[in-house]
C-alpha cells in the first residue's frame, strides 16, 4: 500500500472520530485540554490497535482462504464505506453519540471503540492481501485519528455546524469504497 493510499485509509477510518469530536465540541466547548487530549488519545490508540487485532486474526486465517483474501477485503471495505454513506444521509443533523461525557473514562473507552469497530474489519483485510507494511499502518492510522480528533474539537467548537460530521462521513465512506475497488482490481 504506497503512502498516499495509506494516508487516505487513514483519514476514512478517522471520520468517525471526526464526527464525533465535532460534536462532542459543539456540546462541550469548554473542555480542560486534558479532557479533550484524553478522548482524542483513546480514539488514535484504539484505531490503530483494532486493526492490529483484526490483522492477527486474518493472518490465522490466511492459509485456508487462500487466493480469496482481496474479494474478502473489498467486499469488507465496500460494506464499512456503504454503511458510511448510508449513515451520512439516514441520520437526523440534531443525532448525537450517546454517553458523550467525555470527562469520565468508562465514557471515553466506550466511545473509542464504538468509533474504532470498522477498523477491525480494514486490519483484517490486510492480512487477506497479505500486506508488507501492516505496522506502519496501524500507526499512521492511530496517529491520524489522534490529530483528526484533537483538530475537530479544537476548531469545530467555535463553529457549532452539526453538517461539518455528515459530510466527513461521505466522504470518509467513499474513499473506503474506492480502496477496496483498488484492491479488487489491481
Not at 29 to 52: D, I, K, N, T
Not at 127 to 155: D, K, N, P
Amino acid at each position: 500500500m504506497s503512502w498516499i493510499e495509506l494516508i487516505l485509509l487513514s483519514l476514512s477510518l478517522a471520520m468517525d472520530c471526526f464526527a464525533v469530536s465535532c460534536v462532542i465540541g459543539m456540546l462541550q466547548p469548554a473542555l480542560e485540554r486534558r479532557h479533550v487530549l484524553r478522548f482524542s488519545l483513546a480514539f488514535g490508540v484504539f484505531q490503530g490497535g483494532m486493526p492490529l487485532i483484526g490483522w492477527l486474526f486474518g493472518e490465522s486465517l490466511l492459509g485456508p482462504l487462500g487466493k480469496v483474501g482481496p474479494y474478502i477485503a473489498f467486499a469488507l471495505l465496500a460494506f464499512i464505506g456503504g454503511k458510511m454513506l448510508i449513515e451520512s444521509f439516514t441520520k437526523g443533523e440534531d443525532e448525537q453519540p450517546e454517553h458523550l461525557d467525555v470527562t469520565r473514562w468508562k465514557n471515553v473507552v466506550l466511545l473509542a471503540i464504538a468509533t474504532s469497530i470498522d477498523a477491525l474489519a480494514v486490519g483484517f483485510s490486510f492480512a487477506m492481501i497479505q500486506e508488507q507494511h501492516a505496522a506502519r499502518a496501524f500507526l499512521t492510522i492511530g496517529l491520524t485519528s489522534f490529530l483528526v480528533s484533537f483538530l475537530a474539537y479544537t476548531f469545530v467548537r467555535k463553529l457549532h455546524n452539526p453538517k461539518v460530521g455528515k459530510y466527513a462521513e461521505t466522504v470518509g465512506g467513499i474513499v473506503l469504497i474506492i480502496i477496496g475497488l483498488k484492491i479488487l482490481l489491481w
